[in-house]
């Protein structure tokens, strides 16, 4: 099992971070929300980035969603049928059939996102509660990144912790601006990758979050 989680989740994590790092530069707004919220949870420096630090994380959560709902590591997957059964709509599925999903089509129907589906819009992930917002508990079938049912990636919430981390640590220190200005190619094989990978210039921050 440990090896399943080392391996399932090396290519995967770094994919969907690469395609973050790469929205959030063509979405300042977002980037300084996650400094922000990143610089707040840690108290202007003086906490250290421990688990309840991260969970507290829910801007960068859900920016790591919206960057995986357009670009998901894992664009496609199927299952085989155990038994005779009858999908939703009224499809027959017999025994053995093979039954693929394409979370990356699902990411951008307008059925399942809106009109804005093919915009980067992490307040999409947030409802409101009052006052305040809070994280909206969107159903994996709508989502299946991490798949769904008994059949959910056991690696979820460390991905998402490791995620976090990373993200979190990097954008604290620095800011991530691409060499080139073109949108870069995606490339949907068993595990999804940015074609060429992402060239960047890196700037420091100062003790402010500033550049």
Not at 98 to 125: A, H, I, N, Q, S
Request: hydrophobic fraction near 40%; include cysteine.
């Amino acid at each position: 099992m440990v090896i399943s989680f080392i391996m399932a989740g090396r290519d995967t994590t770094s994919a969907a971070m690469t395609w973050l790092f790469w929205l959030l530069s063509k979405h300042q707004n977002s980037e300084e929300m996650i400094v922000k919220e990143v610089k707040s949870l840690l108290d202007d420096g003086e906490k250290a980035i421990d688990f309840d630090v991260l969970k507290a994380m829910d801007f960068l959560k859900a920016s790591l969603c919206e960057s995986m709902r357009l670009y998901p590591p894992v664009p496609w997957d199927s299952k085989h049928a155990m038994f005779d059964d009858v999908l939703p709509d009224g499809t027959s599925v017999r025994k053995g059939d093979r039954v693929t999903y394409f979370p990356y089509g699902m990411g951008r129907m307008e059925k399942l996102w809106g009109k804005d589906r093919f915009e980067f819009r992490p307040d999409r992930w947030f409802q409101e509660t009052g006052s305040d917002q809070t994280l909206k508990s969107v159903s994996p079938y709508k989502f299946p990144v991490f798949q769904a049912g008994p059949r959910v990636c056991l690696g979820k919430e460390m991905a998402m912790i490791q995620m976090k981390y990373v993200v979190a640590s990097i954008l604290r220190r620095f800011e991530i601006k691409p060499v080139f200005d073109n949108e870069p190619a995606f490339a949907p094989l068993l595990t999804a990758h940015m074609v060429g990978g992402l060239k960047v210039m890196v700037k420091r921050r100062n003790a402010n979050g500033e550049i």
